[in-house]
């Protein structure tokens, strides 16, 4: 008798731990394939994986970033900067979302506001000294593009001090 009521119980609390747990265990393998996608630049198929992931948890701003880049390069640039937007809602210090947002806002000739998000990245990472590679190669194409929107958008004075701080830029990276 005890025995029956112990497998009830035990097989019970098994079955609560599997539908607790398995939700978040099937996020992270769409997580983890989502990112093996995206290395391999299968923008489509790591798009579905990234909505899926967001779909359980809408506060990942790494994959919400991933899953804007993706639309971006399969051509859908509303979309993409739709994404972007939510993504900066969620955590607004990420570079790579600013540079892609530019990006995108590029894309569709909007030079005023892929000026201002390439701006965004500049001054992150001016306020924050990021050292890592990737920031400062993120920089350097943000000061880039961001003399490019100026100079389309007829600010010279702006643009002489992007190019300037470009300039600043370059000789400390080859230092």
């Known amino acids: 008798m005890w025995n029956r009521i112990l497998v009830i119980v035990t097989s019970t609390l098994v079955l609560i731990l599997l539908y607790v747990f398995i939700p978040g265990l099937r996020n992270d393998r769409d997580r983890i394939l989502g990112d093996k996608q995206f290395k391999s630049d299968h923008w489509k198929k790591a798009a579905k994986l990234y ?6 948890n809408a506060n990942s701003p790494k994959e919400m970033t991933r899953l804007g880049y993706c639309y971006f390069k399969t ?6 900067i739709a994404t972007f937007k939510k993504s900066i809602q969620i955590d607004s210090t990420k570079l790579k979302t600013y540079r892609w947002l530019g990006d995108a806002f590029l894309q569709e000739e909007d030079f005023l506001n892929a000026g201002k998000a390439y701006q965004k990245l500049i001054s992150l990472y001016r306020a924050h ?16 593009k961001s003399v490019f929107c100026e100079l ?16 600043s830029a370059l000789r400390m990276k080859i230092q």
Request: hydrophobic fraction near 40%; avoid cysteine.
């Open 51 to 56: 909505e899926k992931v967001i779909d359980y």
């Open 75 to 80: 051509g859908d640039v509303k979309k993409a």
């Open 129 to 144: 000294h990021l050292l890592d590679k990737t920031d400062a190669d993120d920089y350097m194409y943000a000061l880039d």
């Open 152 to 167: 389309k958008l007829k600010n010279d004075s702006l643009a002489l001090r992007q190019l300037h701080s470009f300039a």
